[in-house]
């Protein structure tokens, strides 16, 4: 989804360095905070939404059956405090309390979209984009910044959604 990226990585990357004090002093309350961030960051990507106009558009103009439809879903949502070494924040087999009961569902988080039956022949794509952070170096040569971090391609969203509206093309048998 378009903007989406931004979205997380203000709520991710934003409270990363809490997270990780979190996480090194109490994971009780990691736990805590880490389903009040996810909370937070799915509502801001639910009411940022924009596949349903953005389909719509697409549908039109390449003259497609209009009875397209899509979910929008979160799967899985990891975190890594240094490289290869990564903790769940959200995991779709889970229920979360904290987490708004009405957006959980068996097939994740929906941001959007009425498809019901979501099955791996329907699945045009599925992604991972990650967001780690790296904490300051002991070596200052060696060091990048204060608060060095490595994030996903700030075009990632728009390039998945090309694929994805690209596969949709190949393979409409309506064309």
């Known amino acids: 989804m378009p903007g989406g990226q931004r979205?997380?990585?203000?709520?991710?990357a934003g409270d990363m360095a809490l997270m990780e004090q979190t996480w090194d002093r109490d994971h009780k309350a990691f736990d805590f905070l880490v389903q009040k961030i996810c909370d937070?960051?799915?509502?801001?990507?639910?009411?940022?939404?924009?596949?349903?106009?953005?389909?719509?558009?697409?549908?039109?103009?390449?003259?497609?059956?209009?009875?397209l439809e899509y979910a929008l879903l979160v799967e899985r949502v990891d975190i890594a405090f240094e490289p290869n070494k990564y903790i769940?924040?959200?995991?779709?087999?889970?229920?979360?309390?904290?987490?708004?009961?009405?957006?959980?569902?068996?097939?994740g988080i929906r941001i959007g979209g009425s498809l019901k039956e979501i099955a791996a022949r329907n699945l045009v794509v599925g992604c991972t984009a990650?967001?780690?952070?790296?904490?300051?170096?002991?070596?200052?040569?060696?060091?990048?910044?204060?608060?060095?971090?490595?994030?996903?391609?700030?075009?990632?969203?728009?390039?998945?959604?090309?694929?994805?509206?690209?596969?949709?093309?190949?393979?409409?048998?309506?064309?």
Not at 7 to 12: A, E, G, K, P, V
Not at 45 to 53: E, I, P, Y
Not at 145 to 155: L, M, Q, T, W
């Open 130 to 175: 990650v967001l780690y952070h790296l904490p300051k170096l002991d070596a200052p040569e060696k060091a990048v910044g204060e608060n060095d971090s490595v994030r996903a391609d700030r075009f990632w969203f728009t390039t998945i959604i090309l694929n994805i509206l690209d596969n949709a093309v190949k393979y409409n048998t309506n064309e």
């Open 40 to 67: 937070s960051a799915f509502l801001a990507l639910r009411k940022a939404n924009n596949m349903d106009s953005l389909l719509a558009r697409w549908v039109t103009e390449n003259h497609l059956q209009r009875d």
């Open 88 to 107: 769940n924040l959200y995991d779709r087999s889970k229920k979360y309390s904290l987490v708004d009961p009405a957006i959980q569902g068996k097939d």
């Open 7 to 12: 979205i997380m990585d203000c709520y991710l």
